[in-house]
């Protein structure tokens, strides 16, 4: 969605090319001006071309690809016409809504079904012989319904890999090769990312020879968001947590964590101090992972666990704090998830819970991202600020 850190561009989507019925629908949602990777991915995608879309989180990736995608299907012709792979549920719900939004606010007669595990197939299969133009879901089911005939790939004219570098792994890759074989060979292939991995890169090249390499929207770190740090012992962590959501009354916030059993911790202690939590990284089910996300939408709670592969794609509006219970070791991880705050021109806060050992992980994100971290204390139910004294860290 269109509500990234990045500047938009000027001029407005009508330059782009795009019909009139698809700005009017941008237009509802009060979106009028393109950023930079729609600006530069539409055009190409229009004329046909396969390409790699690169930009950090939260700069507009899915409208980029669905909105010349819509336009080159024939809502006449009652097939399939474009696929998009995603791997979480979480994901493909997200895409599918706005692709629902695009086809109602254009009144373009698209119509889409999401294919996912962990439910029915046989309603699937139902939905499927509506004809529906779009498919969106995971590789594995996509691939499922290929072979017994459900999904017809004749009529395919783009094949989009959402969240590419991790389509293009290796537990995803023979099932994406199955999906793109199936398809006709003058089909578009479209992969779209927040990372750019050698790996990915290669693979991606290999699919598609003449492939167009799109990079936008991977400027500075949002100037909006404060960035904190406290240090405490491991054992600590939660009741730390604990207390400096208290102290910060964050309106809504993530929590980050590594592992399940912090997730469950956290989850726990949080809940018995009367903090409204969810528990996304710890859902199992795609019932769990759909409850714990509609209540924190529905502001039913308003502390999110998570991990960075159940976060992977969400679009969370309003998120006022992100808190890393497990500190990234790596500065693009820091980035990724501290730009799910102070979007929209809103302000935003980041606070990382260390361990002493982790202190020198401060130094680097702040030469490699160019930001500012400060070291905070909590005090009588109070966050204060802890320079440390000249010559420490």
Do not use: W
């Not at 133009?133 to 996509?142: F, K, L, T």
């Not at 074989?181 to 290999?206: G, I």
């Not at 947590?241 to 399940?260: C, D, Q, S, T």
């Amino acid at each position: 969605m269109n509500d990234g850190v990045t500047e938009p561009v000027s001029g407005g989507f009508s330059k782009l090319g795009l019909l009139p019925s698809l700005v009017a629908a941008l237009a509802v949602e009060k979106i009028s001006e393109p950023l930079p990777i729609q600006d530069e991915a539409i055009p190409v995608l229009l004329e046909g071309k396969s390409a790699y879309l690169n930009s950090e989180t939260g700069t507009g990736k899915t409208l980029a690809y669905l909105l010349p995608l819509f336009q080159k299907i024939d809502p006449a012709l009652a097939a399939t016409q474009m696929i998009v792979v995603v791997p979480t549920h979480e994901l493909a719900i997200q895409i599918q809504r706005q692709a629902g939004a695009l086809a109602v606010n254009s009144g373009l007669p698209i119509r889409s079904v999401l294919l996912i595990g962990g439910t029915l197939m046989q309603r699937q299969i139902d939905k499927l012989k509506k004809k529906p133009q779009v498919v969106i879901g995971s590789a594995g089911r996509i691939r499922e319904l290929i072979f017994q005939g459900k999904v017809k790939m004749d009529r395919i004219k783009s094949v989009v890999l959402d969240e590419a570098d991790r389509m293009l792994s290796a537990e995803s890759l023979a099932s994406i090769r199955v999906i793109i074989k199936a398809a006709p060979p003058t089909r578009q292939l479209v992969f779209v990312s927040a990372t750019e991995q050698a790996e990915a890169t290669r693979e991606a090249q290999a699919l598609a020879p003449e492939l167009v390499m799109i990079r936008a929207g991977a400027g500075p770190v949002n100037s909006d968001i404060e960035h904190l740090y406290i240090v405490c012992e491991e054992r600590d962590k939660p009741d730390c947590l604990r207390k400096l959501i208290r102290a910060l009354e964050p309106g809504r916030a993530l929590v980050f964590v590594h592992r399940n059993e912090n997730a469950e911790v956290i989850a726990s202690k949080l809940a018995f101090h009367k903090i409204k939590v969810a528990d996304l990284h710890g859902a199992f089910t795609k019932v769990e992972r759909k409850k714990a996300m509609d209540d924190f939408r529905g502001d039913r709670v308003n502390i999110l666990i998570a991990s960075d592969v159940a976060a992977r794609g969400l679009d969370i509006k309003g998120v006022s704090h992100i808190f890393n219970f497990d500190m990234p070791s790596e500065s693009l991880v820091y980035l990724h998830r501290v730009g799910r705050t102070a979007r929209a021109g809103a302000k935003g806060c980041a606070i990382s819970l260390l361990i002493d050992r982790e202190l020198r992980l401060i130094q680097r994100f702040e030469s490699e991202l160019g930001i500012k971290m400060t070291p905070v204390v909590l005090s009588e139910g109070t966050v204060l600020i802890n320079e440390p004294e000249e010559g420490g860290r």
